[in-house]
């Protein structure tokens, strides 16, 4: 009897273990089939989504959770993304043309906007670019109508600007495409401008005559500065000229006033004394005696300047007075 209830216990026991062992079994199978595990990398975001509502954002990392059959890990790429447009559109002047551009974007990555975006968007990029297409077609066409031909030819940088404002400015009631879409732009760039043969030509005519109106301007500003050149020499050399004959003038009329003041200190020295006066003609009358030229003047002529000027050059001799002539007497 003791025996028998000895194995009894002991079978039981066996089957208490089995069933422990099967039943943890089972609940690590449970747990195995049910755990969510999910590796977020660099530039990448995790949504947590359990029974359909977002739970969280997972950074870059690891995700485990077990026991979690109503979670999901919704992966969305928060890096740096380049979209690429070519369209043909009409500029203000009706020029048409076919233009190349490129937008840098990316998500944004705060834990608001990706909830958002999930729910209005989706986490695929193939979700957000359709959208996002739209918007810079859209803003494509509404900057061509504000620039000609010309201008987008000369002014790509300007023309970039305002295709990254109609991005990224809100109006009056509405959100901008940018905030609408929950991305971050980085840059616009225009890559290319293809125009008709046509206006091609035109243009490179037009290149060639602003060259040629770039050469005449260049040889008119040479010849104008030549001829202010030559008019500041000129002017130079008048002054000079004028500077000269204004010393001469004045060293002339300096001499002049000397010889005057001499001339009318001898005339009164002589005034003063007739003799003195007397002897200066003499020795002229000497001088120009002594010249050899013999000239005969009216003896009723004022000698005194005379004799100053001629007694260096010439002789002057002034004739006895003609008395009445007296026949000759008559010989016996």
């Known amino acids: 009897m003791t025996t028998q209830q000895s194995g009894a216990r002991g079978s039981r026991a ?11 079994l089972v609940i690590v199978g449970l747990g195995l089939s049910t755990m ?9 975001r995790g949504i947590i989504v359990t029974q359909g509502r977002v739970e969280g954002v997972q950074e870059p990392g690891i995700f485990f959770r077990p026991f979690a059959p109503f979670t999901t890990i919704e992966v969305v790429n928060v890096r740096r993304q380049t979209r690429t447009i070519s369209q043909n559109v009409a500029s203000s002047d009706k020029q048409l043309y076919d233009i190349d551009i490129q937008v840098d974007y990316s998500r944004l990555t705060s834990p608001e906007a990706l909830r958002a975006s999930y729910g209005e968007i989706g986490v695929r990029d193939e979700q957000l670019i359709e959208p996002l297409d739209g918007y810079i077609n859209d803003a494509l066409k509404s900057a061509s109508t504000q620039f000609t ?5 000369s002014d790509r940088g300007g023309f970039a600007s305002r295709i990254r404002q109609f991005l990224t400015t809100s109006e009056a009631g509405r959100r901008s495409p940018s905030e609408q879409l929950y991305i971050q732009i980085y840059d616009v760039k225009v890559l290319d401008i293809k125009v008709g043969e046509e206006y091609a030509r035109l243009l ?7 060259v040629q109106i770039e050469t005449e301007q260049k040889r008119r500003e040479q010849i104008e500065a030549q001829q202010a050149n030559n008019l500041f020499q000129a002017e130079q050399e008048a002054q000079v000229a004028l500077t000269r004959e204004r010393g001469k003038t004045a060293a002339a009329l300096e001499a002049a006033n000397r010889e005057a003041q001499v ?3 001898e005339g009164r020295y002589w005034r003063e004394n007739p003799e003195l ?3 200066r003609k003499r020795e002229l009358m000497v001088q ?4 050899g030229n013999i000239w005969f ?7 005194t300047l005379l004799l100053n000027r001629m007694g260096d050059t010439s002789t002057v001799v002034t004739p006895p007075a003609q008395s009445e002539v007296q026949p000759p007497a008559s010989t016996p």
């Open 263 to 265: 001339r009318a200190i």
């Open 288 to 291: 120009m005696l002594d010249n």
């Open 204 to 210: 490179a005519e037009k290149a060639n005559l602003e």
């Open 36 to 44: 969510k595990f999910a590796q977020v990398n660099e530039g990448e």
């Open 149 to 153: 031909l010309d201008q987008a030819l």
């Open 297 to 303: 003047v009216d003896p009723n002529t004022d000698l």
């Open 14 to 24: 066996r089957t208490g273990l089995i069933a422990t062992a099967v039943l943890i």
């Open 277 to 279: 006066f007397e002897l």
